[in-house]
């Protein structure tokens, strides 16, 4: 019953995407519903369904319908849909979901327009007053929340006079939230409880919930991980029809079988993968013709599908999640662990099942042929990129007791195919984004000792240039079948970001043409790696990119310089894979790859979203362990890098540990500081001393806020209480 609600609701959230999609496209020309939805493909029974969502959205205000019955999108100055977001001074942020004219500008709410909104809840707006220049938000009021992000929070429990309260993690809510008799569910002070809102606070009133979970005390192992799984809804245990589903599976499965499937057995093939890796779902060879230089690349990826046949209970489960959740020490896979560890996973020595992908080359690495399988192959070695990278980089070749001589000689055609790949994709533009991840580190007990940044070294960048060439191979095979399918998209940045980032890198002594092309973007980014102000240049650079998503829509992908491009290389842990691995099949048994664009659509939403739930609480956990960690190292001393600075302050980058903390302009106690927009600088009034994006800086931890995730950092050498020189021809200090 859960699923086939789930269907209806992601189908009427796919026709209403599909309609403003449409409706949002410069080409179009308003259209009465008939001829609306031929061109968008509803078929007839999807019709009345159709019709419905219009009304809805005409109600909403987010359409127009004219007298002629004709549809076009509202005025961008009347109401926009959009997620809502609670800054901590309590004014609320809406990035609409489509705004003519304005793509991405985001809408400015006071506290006292939002309602009962929390973060993360699609809201209607309506728009008070309209941007008079570029780079200005709009600011608006919000009518209705229309759909709530969750219902259930977490944080720590309190009493106060008598009464239950829980101090919400994070910075959602302004107040605590009201929870009823002391002691529910049997919670005492400090303990982390999950609550359930039964009503949302306002600017008029509080919040009240109800607990309808104890996970113990917050200092207690393992809490800090349950908060954020419970905080984000993520799912931690398979349904028991889902769980015998893979245990038949794996009965039915026999090893010696190949299943009629092609043999690659005999081929020299590995695994790379980290050292912590459970699941292993792809694996490459590559052999090289001698006499005329050509390369021929297979990647074979895991036929997850062959266990979780669609509409199974495995598959309902697999498209519920759409993604597995990599949190430290923990793994909540997509699959459950007999398949995602066992039947699926390509270990070494074992016959498994892949989907196979089969691309020549010319010496020079250009793409001449693909051809596709269904195989079955055993994997001669798993190497981890650690392993991989201290072979490719020694001095002299490993003994054949440390590595069998063809083994090794794989890996050296591994990289130098895969290099001559990097500089083709370079020449067409592609965008090298270095932006680092954070891993943790441990000690005997399991508990943080440290963290570092995780190397992109050319270990990762071999398996990452096959994994781009089988991916968009793939692609490549269904656009040419004209068949609708899940494109990983990532669309043309918006104008009016990329010119305010250029002004950013102008300000930091980058050249910038007036036009911008990908040429010029790739162009800084080479030229600020290994500088101290590399990480705000990237990142600055990614913020003005648009967030790429899961869509049948054509719209390439920009980052890649790819026209046609999706996901086809995991799907253990992506559900997007697993339905082109199922086309992919279909393709292989009748020559035809069929797809439903408004089912796709649908699924994209869907995929996305749990993607973006997946990589929040992923950084949530990781900041705060960190944090917890720094917490008992208030006083120690590092080197930072100014990530951004604002009025108030200035951000800091850790260059060993990979945390950022802010140091407020008020503990800058030697002199009047004030803020150069133009520069990204804050300069002293007095001294001249000035705090610039990509200056280096030693900082202290000053404070840990562990409940609101927030760290505070001073420069060192500045004492926190000491009271600033009086500023000449000024009476009175600074507003900050």
Known sequence: MFFVFFVVNLFMANLEELILSGLARKSYKPLK???????????????????????????????E???????????????????????????????????EGQPGTEVRIAEYDSLDAATGDVVLVRLTTKPNRPGVRAAGKILR??????RNFVGAYFER??????????TVFAHSIYVGDPGAKGAVADDKVVFEMVRFPSPEEHGEGVIVEVLGPRSQPGVDT?????????????????????????????????????????????????ADARDFDDAVSVTRDEATGHWQLTVHIADVGHFAPSGGALDREARKRATSVYLPQRVLPMFPEVISNHLASLQEGRLRYVKSVVVDFTSEGQK???????????????FTYEQVLAHLEAETPPTADALVPDIYALLLRMRELAMLLRQRRAKRGALELNMPEAELEYDAQGRVSGAHFRKDDISHQVIEEFMLTANESVAELLAGLH????????PDPDPIKLESFAGFARSLGYKMERYMDRFTLQRILRDSTGKPEAYAVHYALLRSLKQAVYSPADEGHYALASEDYCHFTSPIRRYPDLTIHRQLGRYLRTGKAGGSMTELTALGEHCSKMERRSEAAERELVKLKLLTYLNERIGTEMEAVVTGVADYGFFAQAETLPVEGMVHVSTLADDYYYYEEATHSLTGQRGGQRYRLGDKVRVVVARVDLQRRQLDFRVAGRRPNDAPPKAAGRSKRRKE
């Open 368 to 382: 001449t042929g693909v051809r596709f399988a269904n195989g079955a192959i055993r994997v001669r070695k798993r």
């Open 33 to 63: 519903p008939k001829a609306l939805a031929r061109k968008l493909g509803v078929t007839t029974p999807e019709y009345a369904d159709f019709r419905r969502t219009l009304r809805t959205l005409a109600d909403q205000g987010r359409i």
């Open 145 to 150: 929340v229309l759909e709530r992000a969750s």
């Open 161 to 170: 006079d008598g009464q239950g309260f829980v101090r919400v993690d994070g």
């Open 65 to 99: 319908i004219g007298k002629n019955h004709t549809i076009r999108a509202a005025s961008p100055h009347g109401t926009v849909t959009g997620t809502y977001r609670r800054a901590g001074t309590g004014t609320g942020y809406v990035r609409p979901q489509y705004v």
């Open 483 to 490: 068949a609708p399918f899940l494109r990983r998209v990532h």
């Open 226 to 274: 349950l908060s954020v799984i419970r905080a984000y809804n993520l799912p931690d245990e398979f349904p028991e029809d889902a769980k015998a589903e893979a245990r038949e599976a794996a009965f039915a499965f026999q090893e010696d079988d190949l299943d009629g499937r092609e043999d690659f057995t005999g081929a020299v093939v590995v695994t790379i993968d980290p």
